[in-house]
């Protein structure tokens, strides 16, 4: 027995993790280390292109547990039976269920049965600014979503143009507009709409979603709201637009962005004292926040990588990564504890995701929960050719949408 147990501690079990290439991967992979001195084993994490096509396309690989970025990957796994139900899954003495809101357990379940954890979450529902040219223009009301934006189109009035609005993105343009839209329909339309269209069960030419896209027209159209008008938010890449915001020869001081704006803002600009960021005001529904996130599968059903996924769903895991100053990590754990987080940008963009989570107002995505060819593709088309056409072209556009879904 001795010698056997000798002979195992050399020879620990390993745990293959699959997953993208990411942000921060360093300090993920420095939590895996940690992981695997807890649990005498060794972890491996492989980047892969598209892990939900890598599994399906390789069986016979050794693949423990993988990071899915998307519901809807989780889901069809699930539906080929590439991957385990967790709802047995026991995470720190409670259930894997009672770790969540309805709407992310909702989404990774498939026959009823939870097939995913969430490792982290980011927020989307975000208005980035310059902090020096916003105390320019003191009368910028940031109470709600229609006080921001009468207030910002006092300055447009005057000429001044207070919106940054650049989003071309190649084959994918159009992907950044469905943000500000699914935005704008969970704080007006409420949870319950919002999954109606995230489920395609609203048609798109419903009075509800007109009227959001009618709402998002009197801010990309109304004149010199824009820099350079509406046109130009297909002109320039998307991944440019804090250098456009932060540039003193520009008007504008104000992005309706993602958390995606922080990776392309230049190093020597720093957070609350050259730019800034707050939750999209909300309009009806408090607390209303979209987003997404990664969430854990189980590939390979055995002992140690059961042990290895309540590890990396535990309220412990991140502490370490949440630590380093520059750390993006948001713990989708109800449980964790923020005061592990150093960076205060993202002490911020936690607060608001779990005040959502606690209210079951934190929406995934819509166009990527929702039929790929849809989300993926017809309905970005939709909304670049109503910024090119004019809010005219609206009902239209909405009605021939409805006939490709």
Not at 2 to 10: D, K, Q, V
Not at 151 to 171: M, Y
Not at 202 to 217: E, P, R, T
Not at 280 to 288: A, H, R
Request: glycine fraction near 4%; aromatic fraction near 12%; include cysteine.
């Amino acid at each position: 027995m001795t010698i056997a147990l000798s002979f195992f501690s050399y020879n620990p079990p390993e745990v293959v993790v699959i997953g993208p290439e990411f942000h921060d991967k360093e300090y993920f992979e420095e939590e895996l280390v940690n992981i695997s001195k807890e649990l005498n084993i060794r972890i491996q994490y492989k980047e892969v292109q598209d892990p939900e096509t890598y599994i399906i396309n390789n069986q016979n690989s050794k693949i423990s547990i993988a990071i899915i970025p998307n519901p809807q990957g989780v889901t069809n796994l699930a539906s080929r039976g590439n991957i385990y139900s967790l709802d047995n899954l026991i995470i720190d003495g409670t259930s894997l269920r009672e770790l969540y809101p309805n709407h992310l357990k909702d989404i990774v379940s498939y026959n009823k049965n939870i097939y995913s954890g969430w490792l982290r979450l980011f927020p989307n529902s975000l208005i980035w600014f310059d902090v020096s040219k916003l105390n320019e223009y003191p009368d910028v009301d940031f109470t709600t979503f229609e006080s921001l934006i009468n207030s910002t189109k006092n300055l447009a009035d005057k000429n001044i143009s207070p919106w940054c609005a650049n989003s071309e993105s190649g084959a994918s343009t159009g992907w950044i507009q469905t943000n500000w839209m699914e935005d704008l329909l969970l704080t007006t339309q409420g949870p319950e709409v919002y999954d109606e269209w995230s489920r395609l069960e609203i048609a798109a030419a419903n009075v509800k979603i007109y009227s959001v896209l009618n709402d998002l027209g009197s801010f990309i159209f109304y004149p010199s709201m824009i820099e350079n008008g509406h046109r130009e938010i297909f002109n320039i890449e998307f991944r440019n637009l804090p250098r456009v915001l932060l540039n003193n020869n520009n008007d504008c001081f104000l992005s309706w962005s993602g958390h995606y704006f922080r990776y392309y803002i230049p190093e020597e600009y720093k957070y609350e004292k050259d730019f800034g960021v707050i939750k999209l005001p909300s309009v009806t529904y408090e607390n209303s926040l979209v987003g997404i996130g990664d969430s854990l599968v189980l590939v390979e059903n055995n002992e140690v990588s059961i042990k290895t996924m309540q590890s990396l769903l535990s309220k412990n895991f991140g502490e370490v990564w949440a630590q380093k100053n520059d750390s993006e990590f948001i713990s989708a754990n109800k449980n964790f504890d923020r005061a592990f987080i150093e960076n205060s940008l993202t002490s911020y963009q936690f607060d608001i995701t779990h005040d959502a989570l606690k209210k079951d107002m934190f929406r995934y995505d819509a166009s990527e929960i929702m039929a790929r060819p849809i989300g993926a593709n017809l309905l970005w088309k939709m909304l670049i050719d109503y910024i090119k056409q004019g809010p005219e072209s609206l009902e239209r556009l909405l009605n021939e949408l409805d006939k490709e879904i």
